[in-house]
């Protein structure tokens, strides 16, 4: 078992703060995160565009390395829908991603069909293994945060996905958007695969979706989004009066900025 997967086991609820780049992700090692993972939306702002499959997958794979080369802890990185609609595209850069260091990949369903995605899971189980090699795949379905079925349908159709999934070789489901606890227990209990939530407004305490059997708690894209509107009101600032004003008081230290990003020797 990787130590990626081990992660998941259920003794404690991982907790996933989401890189947008490696600077970010090295901070979050940092701070004792045991695992990184990025978010889709961040990175593809950071590279300048658009969240939604509008990155190429080659810029992907580079920012993928760029991380991997500052952490010592592993890495899963957020490939929306892989990038192509045909699945053995998707595998090849999902073996691309193992080549530079990653561990795991968070990979959706999105609007498209669940059995495109089943397509695109065994794919990447298929070609990993004939090259030697695994990969932890979150699989993600957006039932809830898309609103793919009626609300009182929402969890029997993450279930229909989760065990079409799971046949396909997922190991995690994703269901961001759900928040009701009896929601959260039910998903739990039928999914068959260790369950991962995300920070959503009326979402259980991290305490409480331990006690529910959630396995891993991902912020999402919030952490990034809220520091653009940081950079953002200090720049208006700056390009107002030549001051970026008082949040540059609560700055992190430039000597302990450096400090993340020198080797130990």
Known sequence: MSDFKKLHDGSKLLHQPNAWDAGSARLFESLGAPAIATTSAGVAWAAGYADGGQMPAEVAINVAASIARV?????????????????????????????????????EDGGDAPSLLAAKITA???????????????????????????????VAEVLKRAALYKEAGADSLFVP????????????????????????????????????GVRRL????????????????????????????????????????????????
């Open 218 to 265: 991902s912020a999402g894209s919030g952490i990034s989004q809220a520091l653009w509107a940081v950079a953002g009101d200090m720049a208006k600032d700056f390009l107002a009066t030549g001051s970026a004003g008082p949040l540059v008081a609560k700055a992190m230290p430039y000597g302990d900025l450096q400090k993340l990003f020198i080797p130990a020797r």
């Open 124 to 154: 990447i189980k298929k070609l990993a293994a004939q090259s030697g090699k695994d990969i932890f795949i979150n699989t993600r379905t957006d039932v809830y945060l898309k609103g793919l079925a009626p609300e009182d349908e929402r």
């Open 71 to 107: 952490l010592t802890v592993p890495l899963s990185v957020d490939i929306e829908n892989g990038y192509s609609d045909d699945a053995d595209a998707v595998a090849q850069t999902v073996l691309r991603l193992i080549d530079v260091g990653v561990a795991g990949i968070n990979l």
């Open 177 to 212: 958007g759900i928040c009701k606890v009896d929601e959260i227990k039910a998903v739990v209990a039928g999914a068959g695969l260790p369950v991962n939530v995300m920070d959503w407004p009326g979402l259980p305490s991290a305490e409480e979706l331990h006690q529910l």
